[in-house]
């Protein structure tokens, strides 16, 4: 008999080879219906895999990130099923769960192709198989034999994966007549999948190298149900209207050119004092909280990512070192702000009195990412942090991350970001060697983590293995408007880099001490940002960051005096807009108003001149008519200050 661990603690006695569904099914018959894979010991299995000692279990159905990546990437397989049998010769390179649904990438060789007109022929065989109700079963088969059968199907990318693997390590996994290099987890059954529909058709290079192959990657997605894809569907029509490259460029945020480089975001006008605005916010409130800013410059000294562990870890990601006239001498793109600000701690001589300190820094850091990889603002090569580093006792490690939470709380509820848990990432079990840093400080600061979240009352889930190679962290996991989920706001405990910059502080004993490191950056990068915040408001952002609270349209160029005099009133008072002063009509002025999304439009003509009025009407269409231009500022100041009232 074995003991299982369920996720309440209670312990279930089995008999040792007893597997996860019919363990579902002591549970009730409904969970057995619906479960599709199982964390043991934080592994993911198959629920048909036979479990032969004592372990923790829980269970995953499509409600779980578990559970959906299993389904998706057994879609994968049954897509690649598909796809060779439709296409004779077809060799297949990898076909992964991603965040929403799945891909293979494929080669078809050289006078092939596949194009979206391919998709429902592909859809139907996929269904037609499921419909089979062929079971995904797992064999463990020797590196020779792995070879072997790969060479007889002449599938030279497969054969290069198993130059990576170890004897021993090898799994096959089959369903009806296709057989896949694959490590699992997989559904129990074909059958399981009942809707699907690929999405779209992209290149894709071998293993992200540009000098490789480039392949073609098939994306897709799948559910249980009809109605959940027929609702997914209407989700990423939703999704593309909120796209925040369409609306960036729509409301005149950021642009991007070829001539200046891919990845490396060009702010305008409007997108720039949106920045400034959110730069603004942050900055007041870390000045309340006692940070202290600072400023370091773009590129740094090879050694100095050495030290800090950085270079080793992610020497590949960065810019090649820019090489100067003196031997030797290799400086890089800033990939990250931390050694930077190890630097200026070390500046100076501190007492335990002096501490905390906190160096905050808008910094833009560089990161060489692949040209497939980059995605408008979300994925690029150039972005600026709102990076801050805490330098703390031992002592008051705990109530300083949990004073960060607080502030990164603080930025959510400004932006309307109230769906939110937050993921404890802590160390990979099994393997320690990618870390950095003793056991006994990783233990304490795995320990701090888990407290403080406690006692800010935080949703929380635990995920292993993905902690930074310094230190676990804290991520705030966000979902917008429309329901996807995004990584936001971190906060990271590091007992590591104190220690390779020998970091240092007179104690009370007069002895000298090492602090420890907090990073944290509530935006992430202002980039992403902003990009999820075009997307999560649909453009229309909250009264106090609109980059132009109003515009004013003049009916006649005769009166753009009176709208000048408007405008500077308005300014004085800190509310701020364009006049347009364009010869078109006033429609065709109020429409391209509201593609800009400005939450006020204000028409002018000679009626509120006569009367010293304005005609005010709110984005959308709503009509406040003709006011007072003292109204108008009380309408805009009552709003401003109900949202601080809010959020404070």
């Given at each position: 008999?074995?003991?299982?661990?369920?996720?309440?603690?209670?312990?279930?006695?089995?008999?040792?080879?007893?597997?996860?569904?019919?363990?579902?099914?002591?549970?009730?018959?409904?969970?057995?219906?619906?479960?599709?894979?199982?964390?043991?010991?934080?592994?993911?299995?198959?629920?048909?895999?036979?479990?032969?000692?004592?372990?923790?279990?829980?269970?995953?159905?499509?409600?779980?990130?578990?559970?959906?990546?299993?389904?998706?990437?057994?879609?994968?397989?049954?897509?690649?099923?598909?796809?060779?049998?439709?296409?004779?010769?077809?060799?297949?390179?990898?076909?992964?769960?991603?965040?929403?649904?799945f891909y293979y990438d494929i080669d078809l060789g050289e006078s092939r192709s596949l194009s979206s007109d391919d998709f429902s022929k592909i859809e139907e065989r996929m269904l037609s198989l499921a419909r089979e109700k062929n079971n995904f079963e797992r064999k463990e088969i020797s590196k020779k034999d792995?070879?072997?059968?790969?060479?007889?199907?002449?599938?030279?990318?497969?054969?290069?994966?198993?130059?990576?693997?170890?004897?021993?390590?090898?799994?096959?996994?089959?369903?009806?007549?296709?057989?896949?290099?694959?490590?699992?987890?997989?559904?129990?059954?074909?059958?399981?999948?009942?809707?699907?529909?690929?999405?779209?058709?992209?290149?894709?290079?071998?293993?992200?190298?540009?000098?490789?192959?480039?392949?073609?990657?098939?994306?897709?997605?799948?559910?249980?149900?009809?109605?959940?894809?027929?609702?997914?569907?209407?989700?990423?029509?939703?999704?593309?209207?909120?796209?925040?490259?369409?609306?960036?460029?729509?409301?005149?945020?950021?642009?991007?050119?070829?001539?200046?480089?891919?990845?490396?975001?060009?702010?305008?006008?409007?997108?720039a004092k949106l920045r400034e605005k959110l730069e603004n916010f942050l900055k007041k409130a870390q000045e309340k909280a006692g940070y202290l800013p600072v400023i370091t410059p773009h590129i740094g000294n090879k050694d100095l990512y050495v030290c800090s562990g950085h270079y080793e870890k992610y020497g590949e990601d960065s810019f090649q070192t820019?090489?100067?006239?003196?031997?030797?001498?290799?400086?890089?793109?800033?990939?990250?702000?931390?050694?930077?600000?190890?630097?200026?701690?070390?500046?100076?001589?501190?007492?335990?009195?002096?501490?905390?300190?906190?160096?905050?820094?808008?910094?833009?850091?560089?990161?060489?990412?692949?040209?497939?990889?980059?995605?408008?603002?979300?994925?690029?090569?150039?972005?600026?942090?709102?990076?801050?580093?805490?330098?703390?006792?031992?002592?008051?490690?705990?109530?300083?991350?949990?004073?960060?939470?607080?502030?990164?709380?603080?930025?959510?509820?400004?932006?309307?970001?109230?769906?939110?848990?937050?993921?404890?990432?802590?160390?990979?079990?099994?393997?320690?060697?990618?870390?950095?840093?003793?056991?006994?400080?990783?233990?304490?600061?795995?320990?701090?983590?888990?407290?403080?979240?406690?006692?800010?009352?935080?949703?929380?889930?635990?995920?292993?293995?993905?902690?930074?190679?310094?230190?676990?962290?804290?991520?705030?996991?966000?979902?917008?408007?429309?329901?996807?989920?995004?990584?936001?706001?971190?906060?990271?405990?590091?007992?590591?880099?104190?220690?390779?910059?020998?970091?240092?502080?007179?104690?009370?004993?007069?002895?000298?001490?090492?602090?420890?490191?907090?990073?944290?950056?509530?935006?992430?990068?202002?980039?992403?940002?902003?990009?999820?915040?075009?997307?999560?408001?649909?453009?229309?952002?909250?009264?106090?960051?609109?980059?132009?609270?109003?515009?004013?349209?003049?009916?006649?160029?005769?009166?753009?005096?009176?709208?000048?005099?408007?405008?500077?009133?308005?300014?004085?008072?800190?509310?701020?807009?364009?006049?347009?002063?364009?010869?078109?009509?006033?429609?065709?002025?109020?429409?391209?108003?509201?593609?800009?999304?400005?939450?006020?439009?204000?028409?002018?003509?000679?009626?509120?001149?006569?009367?010293?009025?304005?005609?005010?009407?709110?984005?959308?269409?709503?009509?406040?008519?003709?006011?007072?231009?003292?109204?108008?500022?009380?309408?805009?100041?009552?709003?401003?200050?109900?949202?601080?009232?809010?959020?404070?």
């Open positions: 008999m074995i003991n299982i661990t369920l996720p309440d603690g209670k312990v279930l006695k089995a008999e040792k080879g007893i597997n996860a569904f019919e363990i579902a099914r002591t549970i009730s018959e409904g969970l057995a219906r619906n479960v599709l894979s199982a964390t043991i010991n934080n592994e993911v299995w198959d629920i048909n895999r036979p479990i032969t000692k004592d372990c923790n279990l829980k269970l995953h159905t499509f409600n779980d990130i578990e559970g959906k990546k299993c389904f998706w990437h057994s879609s994968a397989h049954l897509m690649a099923e598909a796809l060779e049998e439709l296409f004779p010769g077809v060799k297949l390179g990898i076909g992964p769960a991603i965040d929403n649904g792995a070879i072997d059968f790969f060479k007889n199907k002449g599938d030279e990318y497969k054969l290069e994966l198993l130059e990576d693997l170890k004897d021993g390590d090898i799994s096959f996994y089959s369903q009806g007549k296709f057989t896949d290099l694959c490590r699992g987890p997989h559904i129990d059954n074909t059958s399981r999948i009942k809707a699907i529909k690929l999405l779209n058709v992209a290149g894709a290079y071998w293993r992200g190298d540009e000098k490789r192959k480039q392949m073609t990657r098939v994306y897709g997605i799948s559910f249980q149900k009809q109605k959940e894809l027929t609702s997914h569907l209407q989700l990423l029509e939703e999704a593309k209207k909120r796209d925040h490259r369409k609306l960036g460029k729509e409301m005149e945020l950021f642009t991007f050119s070829k001539k200046v480089g891919q990845g490396l975001p060009l702010w305008l006008p409007k997108g820019i090489k100067t006239p003196q031997e030797n001498e290799e400086f890089l793109l800033k990939p990250m702000n931390c050694p930077h600000h190890c630097e200026i701690y070390k500046s100076k001589q501190y007492s335990y009195k002096d501490l905390p300190v906190r160096f905050a820094e808008f910094g833009t850091v560089y990161r060489y990412e692949q040209s497939g990889e980059l995605h408008g603002l979300t994925r690029v090569r150039g972005f600026t942090q709102d990076d801050a580093h805490l330098f703390v006792r031992p002592d008051q490690v705990k109530s300083e991350f949990k004073n960060v939470i607080d502030l990164v709380l603080y930025v959510f509820k400004a932006l309307n970001f109230t769906d939110f848990k937050a993921q404890i990432s802590l160390r990979d079990k099994k393997n320690k060697t990618k870390y950095i840093g003793s056991e006994k400080n990783w233990d304490k600061a795995e320990q701090e983590i888990l407290e403080a979240a406690e006692e800010k009352g935080l949703d929380t889930i635990v995920e292993y293995g993905e902690a930074a190679f310094y230190g676990p962290k804290l991520d705030f996991m966000v979902r917008d408007a429309i329901g996807r989920e995004w990584q936001l706001g971190t906060i990271q405990v590091d007992y590591a880099l104190p220690d390779r910059f020998e970091l240092e502080y007179t104690g009370k004993d007069n002895q000298k001490h090492r602090p420890v490191m907090i990073h944290r950056a509530p935006f992430g990068s202002l980039e992403r940002f902003v990009a999820i915040l075009i997307e999560h408001c649909s453009g229309n952002f909250p009264l106090w960051l609109s980059p132009e609270q109003f515009i004013i349209l003049p009916i006649s160029e005769k009166f753009h005096e009176y709208a000048e005099n408007v405008s500077q009133l308005l300014k004085n008072y800190d509310i701020c807009g364009p006049i347009d002063k364009r010869a078109e009509t006033t429609s065709r002025k109020i429409r391209d108003a509201e593609v800009s999304k400005i939450p006020f439009i204000i028409v002018v003509g000679e009626r509120e001149e006569n009367e010293n009025k304005i005609t005010v009407r709110k984005h959308g269409g709503e009509n406040i008519g003709s006011i007072e231009i003292e109204q108008f500022i009380n309408i805009v100041q009552k709003e401003i200050r109900e949202l601080i009232t809010f959020i404070n």
